[in-house]
DNA sequence: CCCACAGATATTGTTGGACAATAAAGGGTC
DNA sequence: GACCCTTTATTGTCCAACAATATCTGTGGG
């Protein structure tokens, strides 16, 4: 079982590197809580369960605490970030600069995402709404397709990076939303603010939907 | 001369690892315009420069390639990013909004960055100003002590990986300023702007000065 | 002439094994 | 219990190797 390396033969639409595909292992097994905030990740025993060579698995963990999902201490390792009050803060001021940048240029064009409709859709129908995950998930789209529409890929790039910690931020405290009947009613209103194409309008009910995530996120515990 | 590692004796303040170590290097290098827009950077010549192994050259320009200051194509190594009129607004666009929402925290505490106040002395200063590559430190420097007045380590973390593409932007496509005195004049406008501690006052200025920019690089060539 | 196609050559991406340096864990003494 | 020494584990780095892919070269046909 030496180099052979499967390709995912009808899958993956790209061949990606060894790296890659071993970042966005981590990546998703990071933001699925596998790992307790402050554990190390000890690169033997991530070699032997992803079957990389150290070399890989330590170059893919560097990409990851570009992307704040990891961060690497000195001659200890890589440790999974604990969020404080600032970070949350932090995060959420950078969010808003990010999106609001992104509603910015809808307004402008009047061009309402398509997916962010779906999105809403799902909050909305309670047979898919049931489950936790499908609402995070949800929420997710909800946002990105709000950067994608922007058009810019460095704004993408930049939010792709955020998001993780956002991700991340949620599963170490859960429960951010009471219902998904909120949820649903929330971003409609914000769908409704970009539709009423006033820059004004748009940018004050997103920060008030950043804000209150905010305060919802502080409030645990 | 094997394994034979030089701490650096008096000067560093942190003995920071050989990935860290050639990530900068590497990173002056290519903002000093030593490789061409679409140069490759071949392995065994930059592990022979840096007398590094091929696996902490290819860690740290993974990481470049994270920061927009390489690119790498698969199965052809990393390249140097050429940056066409896209990149220019799309550049300005994420720049906006990160130094924009920076802007904002400076207007609401009132404090302006001494640092940003010295940037403006050496563009005042003929002796200092004489030199081409001061002013654009100048402007850098400038620049980053507005981003990190705003207190925050997510948008400085940021803004330094943007930094880099803006920089090597300048070095693609040189004179941006036709003299040290607008440049010091525009910045000086910039700072008032921001003593008028009106968000919509700093705000615009700062736009105008963006702008400025993206349609001198734009007019180039 | 130049296009295509074969082999030779170079370069990348990945792996395994090795080792110094540092941190963490015992273990004994006072 | 606090301190020092030894042992152990883990990290960070290097070297050497190899498969896969890309590039170069030369040769023959149209």
Redesign the pocket.
């Known amino acids: 079982m030496?180099?052979v390396q499967e390709l995912p033969s009808g899958s993956g639409p790209i061949p990606a590197?060894?790296?890659e595909i071993l970042t966005q292992d981590l990546r998703r097994r990071i933001l699925s809580g596998d790992f307790r905030p402050g554990e190390?990740l000890?690169?033997?025993k991530m070699c032997e369960e992803h079957s990389?060579?150290?070399?890989?698995f330590?170059t893919a963990a560097l990409v990851l605490v570009t992307q704040g999902l990891l961060r690497?201490i000195?001659?200890?390792?890589f440790m999974l970030p604990e969020f404080g009050p600032d970070d949350i803060v932090d995060i959420t001021r950078l969010r808003g600069a990010i999106e609001g940048e992104a509603v910015r240029m809808i307004v402008l064009t009047g061009v309402i995402p398509p997916a962010a409709l779906d999105a809403v859709a799902v909050m909305r129908d309670p047979a898919r709404s049931a489950d936790r995950s499908a609402l995070v998930t949800a929420d997710r789209d909800f946002h990105r397709a709000i950067i994608a529409a922007s058009g810019s890929a460095r704004l993408k790039r930049t939010y792709s990076g955020l998001e993780g910690e956002i991700e991340l931020l949620l599963i170490q405290r859960q429960g951010f939303y009471a219902a998904a009947e909120d949820m649903a009613l929330e971003h409609e209103r914000l769908i409704d603010s970009l539709k009423s194409r006033h820059y004004g309008t748009a940018r004050d009910a997103f920060q008030e939907h950043w804000e209150d995530l905010q305060t919802r996120l502080l409030d645990q515990r």
């Open positions: 030496t180099h590197s060894a790296v190390f000890r690169d033997v990389t060579s150290r070399h890989t330590r690497q000195p001659n200890r390792g």
